[in-house]
């Protein structure tokens, strides 16, 4: 079957130009590194004759010194513009996406324009720049420089006689390295590019195979069954016809017919120009190959749209118009919206910019302001103003403070003391029940110790330090337990310490001994107190570390901006612990109080012992108009008394009494200092409170190397900002180009 010697294109050349030219004004701006973009992709082993097809569709004489063989991605575009124009040829750089600004910049900077005309001389010597402006070796000599690059040199050319054509010829993969130029690495840096291209969905990949060799044997046929196992978007390309073993030939026709090909897009064949043609300067590349498959069996039997260059060119004009008017502009125009919704989803997900001493102070003040706010807010409680109270409980800081303070006072209530007092003795609180009197010196300290021990409480109710860093380490009391007070046993007590501190006095005692006696019987009063004051720390820290983490999630500048304030929040919690230590020191090494309930507290103590004598002698209704009407029984009455007491006796008593109302005032007052000074004044609302230590003071304190530490954005950071914000840019121009 013959075929016409030359094909000619139609006049008006094929594809869109429109829509060609908005692809390729889309791969310009690289919007082909967020989206998948229509492209004709070259692609084959270095020795399956990629070049030379892209010689022959391109018309251009690509360079053959092995120096300057194909590093990187060449975009060629061809447009046709109106008969009275001139042919323009342009050139530039497209820097791969995600290259450093610098890199990028001065990749994009380089240009060369206003070419009519790219002779072989003027093509080597502009493939020679753009070598060296990317940086890449051409020989042993450079073999510190990388060999391929994922940049992308593009040529545009336009002229009245050009067809509407865009093409990528990527390098050829190859197996075997040479030495001193090629290396492993470089042999899967290519193969991982050529996939890259081969994978995009909306590619159309010409794929180039030797006739002469065992298909089944081409790894870049394997590469395009798995990117594209259907096959609707591989165009196979057979080269070399004319070395083809005789009677080898009917494995290639069947698969050009489509006989047992897979490929949607069908096979054709081409037969580039041979090493004398490239060498004869008047030989014509079409005409031989137009009589090679005139003449030459059994190719000429072939359909002309399955033979020859310019039938290839035809095919792929229409393929590529096809592949644009699929997807373009609307499933396209819909991706890139959601790519650069994404996008700006992920910039505002870093906040604000922090690269200068200006921004990095502003970012801190808005951290402050919204830390401030959180604060006021939980020591108002005012918890429906902010979601954070109702995902963490332990953010309600006045709550759970106030809720701490009720259990300390009812600790030291109920466990302050170390005996009981007696039943005259005023109600320390209403869960104490009377104690008997016992006879004179019958009590005894003989407790069971285990009991004791079971019936103990820990001074500590919060443990969350192993969530804390180190701001606590060491200032917070240990975890202990106190025992439930002695019974039954206060008098014989009192007895010892008194007969182990008298002297010559008559008829009473030293006043030293009341401050002995206090400090033993107000013992625990330092592990209830400190094991409080801890949990409020604990607390307090607890707040601050989770406030900070839902108003900053980066974690790197949480910990920066608490190393910093770590060594002065320690001396806040300290100055609390401290506080409390002075308040243990004045409450129970020196008594005194000017408050009226003493002398009245201890007249009613007083009062009730002689209610007894009377019960014991005159019965009920004696006691019941002792207090109303007969105020003098007191004095009869000391002299009824039915056994007599000795001076040690009265005197014991005297000081249980003396004591048990110095310490119902003296406690309430511990209470009250405690969670009045050590924690509502140290920690909750004085001027050093640790929440008021992140304040706008101390960001304009902060010297610009230490707001860069703690606010500054690390290089990883810095270079996630930088390619959002290039993302977003590219993705806003390509969306008004796709308009």
């Not at 004759?49 to 251009?60: F, H, I």
């Not at 072989?120 to 720049?129: D, G, K, L, Q, W």
């Not at 840096?189 to 050529?194: A, E, H, R, Y």
């Amino acid at each position: 079957m013959a075929v016409v010697s030359t094909l000619k294109l139609p006049s008006q050349g094929l594809g869109d130009p429109v829509l060609l030219d908005k692809i390729d004004q889309l791969l310009a701006c690289n919007l082909a590194g967020y989206v998948n973009l229509p492209q004709l992709v070259v692609v084959g082993d270095q020795s399956s004759g990629k070049s030379s097809v892209l010689e022959g569709l391109t018309k251009l004489p690509f360079p053959r010194d092995s120096g300057l063989c194909t590093r990187f991605a060449t975009h060629i575009i061809f447009r046709r513009t109106r008969a009275d124009t001139k042919r323009s040829i342009s050139a530039s750089i497209v820097p791969a996406y995600g290259k450093p600004a610098e890199h990028a910049s001065r990749l994009g900077a380089w240009k060369a324009t206003h070419m009519e005309s790219l002779d072989s001389e003027s093509f080597a010597s502009t493939m020679r720049e753009v070598h060296e402006t990317m940086g890449l070796s051409r020989s042993r000599e450079e073999s510190s420089k990388p060999t391929f690059t994922l940049d992308v040199f593009r040529l545009d050319i336009c002229g009245p006689e050009e067809d509407n054509l865009s093409i990528i010829d990527v390098p050829g993969i190859f197996k075997n390295t040479t030495h001193g130029l090629t290396t492993k690495q470089d042999m899967d840096l290519v193969k991982d590019m050529v996939l890259s291209y081969m994978r995009n969905p909306r590619s159309i990949m010409l794929t180039v195979i030797p006739a002469n060799v065992d298909i089944a044997t081409q790894e870049i046929l394997e590469m395009a069954r798995e990117c594209d196992p259907e096959g609707s978007r591989t165009q196979g390309v057979f080269t070399k016809p004319d070395l083809v073993d005789k009677g080898a030939e009917d494995k290639v026709i069947d698969l050009v017919e489509g006989k047992t090909s897979s490929l949607k897009l069908g096979w054709i064949v081409v037969r580039n120009a041979g090493q004398q043609q490239l060498l004869d300067q008047d030989s014509n590349r079409d005409e031989v190959e137009s009589q090679f498959f005139r003449e030459a069996h059994p190719w000429n039997n072939l359909p002309k749209d399955k033979v020859g260059i310019a039938s290839l060119k035809i095919r792929l004009q229409e393929v590529q118009t096809t592949q644009i008017l699929e997807s373009f502009p609307r499933h396209m125009r819909a991706e890139v919206g959601r790519k650069l919704k994404a996008m700006k989803q992920d910039l505002s997900a870093l906040g604000i910019e922090r690269s200068t001493p200006e921004q990095q102070r502003n970012f801190l003040l808005d951290i402050i302001v919204k830390f401030q706010n959180i604060v006021s807010q939980a020591m108002a409680t005012s918890y429906g103003t902010h979601e954070l109270f109702e995902k963490d409980e332990d953010t309600r800081l006045a709550t759970i403070v106030r809720n701490r303070m009720d259990v300390f006072k009812s600790d030291m209530e109920e466990y302050g003391f170390e005996y009981q007092f007696l039943n005259w003795a005023p109600a320390l609180h209403a869960g104490v029940g009377p104690v008997p009197e016992p006879e004179s010196g019958s009590g005894d300290d003989s407790d069971d110790d285990d009991d004791e021990e079971a019936d103990g409480i820990p001074v500590r109710k919060n443990m969350n330090t192993s969530e804390h860093s180190g701001a606590i380490d060491g200032i917070l009391h240990e975890q202990v337990n106190v025992r439930k007070p002695r019974g039954g046993s206060i008098l014989a007590w009192i007895e010892d310490q008194y007969r182990a501190s008298r002297g010559f006095e008559l008829g009473t005692f030293q006043t030293a001994l009341l401050c002995t006696i206090m400090n033993k019987q107000s013992d625990k009063w330092t592990e209830l107190a400190l094991g409080y004051v801890s949990d409020v720390i604990d607390i307090m820290h607890t707040f601050i570390l989770k406030v900070l983490l839902s108003i900053c999630p980066d974690e790197q500048i949480r910990d920066k901006l608490l190393n910093v304030l770590v060594d002065e929040l320690s001396k806040r919690y300290r100055a609390a612990m401290d506080q409390a230590q002075m308040i243990l020191e004045v409450e129970r090494m020196n008594l005194m109080t000017l408050d009226d309930k003493f002398q009245q507290t201890l007249d009613i103590a007083q009062k009730r012992r002689c209610v007894r004598l009377i019960h014991s002698i005159s019965g009920e209704d004696t006691i019941l108009n002792y207090f109303t009407s007969h105020q003098e029984q007191y004095e009869i009455v000391k002299g009824k008394e039915k056994v007599p007491m000795s001076n040690t006796q009265q005197t014991v008593r005297y000081i249980h009494d003396i004591l048990a109302a110095y310490y119902a005032v003296a406690s309430k007052r511990f209470i009250d200092s405690i969670c009045m000074q050590a924690t509502g004044y140290c920690l909750l609302t004085g001027p050093r409170k640790p929440p008021g230590l992140f304040s706008p003071q101390f960001v304009a304190d902060l010297a610009e190397d230490q707001l860069m530490e703690i606010a500054g954005e690390n290089a990883r950071l810095s270079r996630r900002r930088v390619q959002l914000k290039k993302g977003i840019q590219d993705l806003e121009t390509g969306r008004k180009i796709m308009m």
